[in-house]
């Protein structure tokens, strides 16, 4: 079973419109992530949430929020779409505190802004 | 604010020689380090952490406290090991995520 499942895989869409990305974890992790992988490759943390906190890093716009139905989940909303938006994204999990803090990732989603 | 450092964007090596890949760190606490590596276009993979100090699929890592480094090492490099490798960093108890490196790309060369 896929532990950190993200959907979809692609999205491409224009400048403007609204979507949305959504994540699932079946660990039973209590935190959650977004990151962004850029055209270089380069990896950087979007939002960290667990049922009590989150933390936002500053650099996002405010254009993307997260949204947690439940402990299992942890979507990815943009609005008004720009074309340096284009990356892939990948959601993680991890549960804090314990023995194993391993951070679990899902296969990404590439959005294209055109 | 912790900072992580690759120097090498690109890593290329023979098959069957030595292969290191270097990462430096920032932080004025005591971090967790670890090394993600991500094969062609599929999701990162947890490769090492220095808390749990094993050898996984040849590479070994050891955490420099004076050096404030973590190079990822392997005496031998294997074609399969081309990938993207990725030295992090965590924080407290992990709640603000990882703080990646620029990665590096590793070429193995036949």
């Known amino acids: 079973d896929t532990a950190v499942s993200q959907t979809p895989k692609y999205l491409v869409t224009q400048m403007g419109n609204d979507k949305s990305i959504k994540c699932e974890q079946n660990?039973?992790?209590?935190?959650m992530y977004w990151y962004k992988q850029d055209s270089k490759k380069f990896l950087k943390i979007m939002f960290s949430?667990?049922?009590?906190?989150?933390?936002i890093n500053e650099t996002v716009p405010n254009r993307f929020s997260p949204k947690s139905p439940d402990k299992a989940h942890l979507n990815l909303h943009i609005n008004s779409l720009e074309l340096g938006d284009s990356a892939v994204y990948f959601c993680a999990s991890s549960q804090q505190g314990g023995s194993n803090t391993e951070a679990f990732f899902g296969q990404g989603t590439r959005l294209t802004v055109v | 604010a912790q900072r992580v450092t690759q120097p090498e964007k690109l890593l290329s090596v023979f098959k069957g020689a030595p292969v290191e890949l270097k990462c430096n760190y920032s932080y004025s606490g005591s971090p967790e380090l670890f090394w993600y590596v991500q094969y062609s276009r599929q999701r990162l993979q947890l490769l090492l952490r220095?808390?749990s100090r094993e050898s996984i699929k040849g590479f070994t890592a050891d955490l420099n406290k004076g050096e404030t480094s973590f190079h990822l090492k392997k005496p031998f490099a294997q074609e399969e090991d081309s990938a993207m490798y990725y030295c992090a960093l965590r924080t407290g108890g992990g709640a603000d995520g990882l703080t990646f490196g620029k990665g590096t790309h590793l070429i193995i060369q036949p």
């Open positions: 949430y667990n049922n009590k906190e989150l933390i």
């Open positions: 660990l039973g992790h209590d935190t």
């Open positions: 220095h808390i």
